[in-house]
Each structure stands twice: as structure tokens, then as C-alpha cells.
């Protein structure tokens, strides 16, 4: 069974010291909330998988946990130590559909560059996920989009940030 995002936030906090007998979520939800400057009752949405966060949320909470940003939104297929990137040959095109669309936000003046390796990371998870599917080019773009809108990479949000640089 895949674990929640919920799930997955969940395991985290207890692995960082954040287990709680006493609270019905398990975990405590105000140090994260504090880290992440939103209420309590936000975090504890977030923790029980009635809510999923934007991606800018996802990068706070991952830094704050010190996990992947892709791991905590799609679990395991983002764990590193079952990343083969190495065994996969070049799509070139692929390849290039998956920087074209996260080109923009790695571009931003705005991305710390200590952040700049989880999206290449993140990049390279879709790779891997997107090329070993036994499916057409076009399908491929099809599941690339939906991916990348997934947390919060539009084309359109891509395409307005690029005409307005």
C-alpha cells in the first residue's frame, strides 16, 4: 500500500522528534507551523491528508525535515537509493521537455541556491519515472504535464514568468 502524503509528513515529524502520545494526530503540528509562519490548525490539515500544500510549502517543509520535497509528495518512487538515473540512457527530447518546463523556476532570482539542487533532483526523479513507462512520446508529454502540474508548475505559470523577465 503507498503511504499519503499525510502519511509520509507524519513518519517524518515522529523520525525528527515530533511523536506525541498525547495529541490525536500523533505528531506535534506547532513547530512546523511556527517554521512555517501558518496556523496550527493549516499544518494539522496538512498532516492528516485533508490538505496538500503548494510546492513552495513542500520545499519549507522539506527543509525543515530534512527530507526530499519529491518524497514527501510521491513516497517511495522518489526515494534516492532506488534512483537509477545512471542505468537509463539519454531521452534527449524527454530530457529537454522536463527543463523546459521547470526552466523558469529554476531561473528565478528568487530560488535560494541551496534549493536549486532539490529541483534538479526533482527533475531528474521525473526522468526516471517518465522514461521507463511503456508508452508513446506524446503520452510521455501527457504524463509530464501532469506531473509538473502535480505541485504547482503550470506551462502557463512557465510561460508567463519567462515573458515577463
Same mark, same amino acid.
Given at each position: ?6 502519511? +509520509?509528513?507524519?513518519? =517524518?515529524?515522529?523520525? @525528527?522528534?515530533?511523536? %506525541?502520545?498525547?495529541?490525536? *494526530?500523533?505528531?506535534? /503540528? ?13 499544518? +494539522?490539515?496538512?498532516? =492528516?491528508?485533508?490538505? @496538500?500544500?503548494?510546492? %513552495?510549502?513542500?520545499?519549507? *517543509?522539506?527543509?525543515? /525535515? ?100
Amino acid at each position: 500500500m503507498t503511504e499519503t502524503f499525510g502519511e +509520509r509528513l507524519t513518519k =517524518t515529524l515522529v523520525n @525528527i522528534g515530533y511523536g %506525541s502520545a498525547t495529541s490525536k *494526530i500523533g505528531v506535534q /503540528a506547532t513547530p512546523l507551523a511556527k517554521h512555517l509562519g501558518m496556523s496550527v490548525q493549516m499544518v +494539522r490539515k496538512y498532516i =492528516t491528508g485533508d490538505s @496538500i500544500p503548494d510546492p %513552495s510549502i513542500v520545499m519549507l *517543509i522539506a527543509d525543515f /525535515a530534512k527530507v526530499s520535497p519529491c518524497w514527501l509528495l510521491f513516497g517511495d518512487d522518489c526515494d534516492k537509493s532506488n534512483y537509477k538515473v545512471q542505468h537509463s540512457p539519454l531521452d534527449r527530447k524527454l530530457w529537454e521537455a522536463i527543463l523546459s518546463k521547470i526552466h523558469p523556476h529554476l531561473a528565478s532570482p528568487d530560488l535560494p541556491q541551496e534549493k536549486l539542487n532539490d529541483y534538479l533532483c526533482f527533475a531528474m526523479d521525473i526522468y526516471e519515472n517518465i522514461y521507463h513507462l511503456d508508452i508513446s512520446f506524446e503520452d510521455r508529454m501527457n504524463m509530464l504535464e501532469l506531473m509538473i502540474k502535480s505541485i504547482g508548475f503550470s506551462s502557463k505559470e512557465s510561460q508567463k514568468e519567462v515573458s515577463n523577465s
